[in-house]
């Protein structure tokens, strides 16, 4: 079994060759492939070809482990290890050519479902910033080598919280309607576009917080890695795990005081 450092450090090596991929590409112009659960929800050509490398080069180098990509589905391994991953977190800034995107790579102990995986390692690279976010579990998180700590003692009326919305539009309005009702209550709302980077913010200090529902494994995996290793709480509803029904990300404190609210607001929307 490799050790956690050595399975971060291949995360690392393939999230870096996807994300020289994906920028040549974006260079090169960005052409959608296909719509997903809706108009808005694209895959580019990039998408799926920056998926095929990084499924390549891990099974060159993990020939035992499972896959859980977003554009090319699931491959089971034997090793009891999964690799999950978004080989362009972000795609409508990539499209449009706003610097916010990131290919995300995280490896999972036990089924790949966050409900009771456990993320063992990841990388999160933006191709556009040159910035390489990286973590193992118990092992902290850095961004270009250098360590990283979450925001300490941000009480919620300075907090700046990060959020995100799905593709559909009526879960959109319902999203939309939580951050009316959070908006007068924080410093500031911030909606970047990619929930990796956005965890990854947290980690780096650039958000105090971060909240979404609606994510797939692949946005988060990774990105609540980097959150809990620099210091943060992550979790859904209720005491439960993050996963599709909520994420908050916050660092403890801010965490006891958003979570409550957003827990309130989404176990009503089932
Ligand atoms: C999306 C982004 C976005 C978040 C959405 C995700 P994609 O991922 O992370 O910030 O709000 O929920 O689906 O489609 O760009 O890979």
Redesign the pocket.
Known sequence: MPSNAELRDIALTVARRAADLAYLRRSEGVEIAASKSSLT??VTRA?REVEQLVREAIAASRPRDGFLG?ESGGGEGTSGLTWVV?P???????FYGIPA?AVSIAVVEGDPDPATWRTIAGAVVNPASGEAFTASAGGGARLNGRELHVNRDVPLELALVG?????DARKRERQAAFVAQLIGQVRDVR????????LCSVAAGRLDAYF?R???P??HAAGALLAREAGALVGGLGAGPEGEDLLVAAPPGLYEQLHPLADAFYSEWR
């Open positions: 929800d694209i998408d977003e978004d362009i977190d972000g795609t409508v800034n990539y995107y959020t995100g919305f799905g593709y909606r970047i576009g990619a929930a990796s980077l956005d979404e609606g994510l797939n692949w946005d």
